[in-house]
């Protein structure tokens, strides 16, 4: 079982649409897993039209919570409480959910025992069906934290199934940037790809997502995104590449036949399979599938 996860420096690269392609031309010849390891703003299943056959909620971290009826109102709670998280509405101690950094300072210093630190439901993790195989996804509530958590957790279950199956692949949609949830996505892979597009921070975005990849020595390839919008900075990336030795192993080009295959739920290279961005794609594939299984045989 190998994992592919797909990584860009930030958001907007097209980086969802090309991991989805590459789902639809893998299941065509093999049994893969697919995991939407974007927790924040896990967006695969636009494309996929998934079943989910099971939902199950994500707990995390710790929130105050004071008892009214224990409560003595001694004020200690706020005096080391180091957030202000703590709040007094008509003589009643409250805890400001948002505020409350679940240090537990207040809960040791109670004298009353009036405060407990409970671990709230914060998202919801599912195992869908879909055309192509199984999808993991999850989608973490807004302003919580530990995504790099989620996405272990997600990761983790994609593994198990494709372990427990026998499938090929594991094909993982990382979220953008460099963050704790990248390095969650990128741990374990075999092999990340790189999506970026031709941008004033084309180059820039790349070499952060390059530095990440490489610290925790996953094997790395890139791919140009929409090269032809801005050949200048599409030579930028070409050059950076060859500079640092990056195999650059496809270009994209850019057409709005890709949003029309997202307004109907497809990837291009199931919408448009003989349209040009569907055959870079095709190619991206073959190169991809090509250095995993070479890198499998190696290994025996």
Not at 46 to 51: D, G, K
């Amino acid at each position: 079982m190998k994992q592919l996860v797909i990584l860009s420096g930030k958001g907007g690269t097209g980086k969802t649409s090309v991991t989805a392609s590459l789902a639809h031309l893998a299941a065509r010849e093999t049994r893969i897993v697919l995991a939407d390891a974007d927790v924040d703003a896990a967006n695969l299943d636009l494309l996929l039209a998934p079943t989910i056959l099971e939902k199950h909620d994500f707990s995390s971290g710790v929130i105050a919570k004071i008892d009214p009826a224990a409560c003595i109102s001694c004020g200690i709670c706020t005096d080391v409480c180091r957030f202000d998280a703590i709040d007094v509405i008509d003589g009643v101690y409250t805890v400001d959910e948002i505020a409350c950094d679940g240090c537990a300072a207040c809960f040791y210093q109670c004298p009353a025992n009036a405060i407990s630190l409970p671990t709230p439901v914060v998202g919801q993790w599912f195992h869908s069906d879909t055309r192509f195989g199984p999808l993991l996804h999850a989608h973490l509530f807004a302003g919580q934290d530990n995504s790099g958590k989620l996405v272990t957790l997600v990761k983790q279950e994609a593994k198990l199934l494709a372990l427990d199956e026998n499938r090929e692949y594991v094909i993982v949609d990382g979220p953008p940037g460099i963050g704790c949830p990248v390095i969650s996505a990128a741990s374990g892979a075999d092999m990340a790809l790189i999506v970026v597009e031709p941008t004033v921070s084309g180059v820039h975005d790349l070499e952060r997502a390059y530095a990440t990849t490489a610290h925790f020595g996953i094997p790395t390839m890139v791919a140009v995104n929409k090269t032809d919008i801005n050949p200048e900075r599409s030579q930028e990336i070409i050059a950076y590449c060859q500079q640092v030795g990056l195999p650059l192993i496809g270009t994209i080009p850019f057409d709005t036949i890709v949003t029309e295959a997202m307004v109907n739920g497809q990837p291009i290279t199931e919408y448009a399979p003989t349209h040009p961005v569907s055959a870079a794609m095709y190619s991206l594939w073959e190169q991809i599938r090509t250095v995993m299984q070479n890198d499998k045989a190696s290994k025996k």
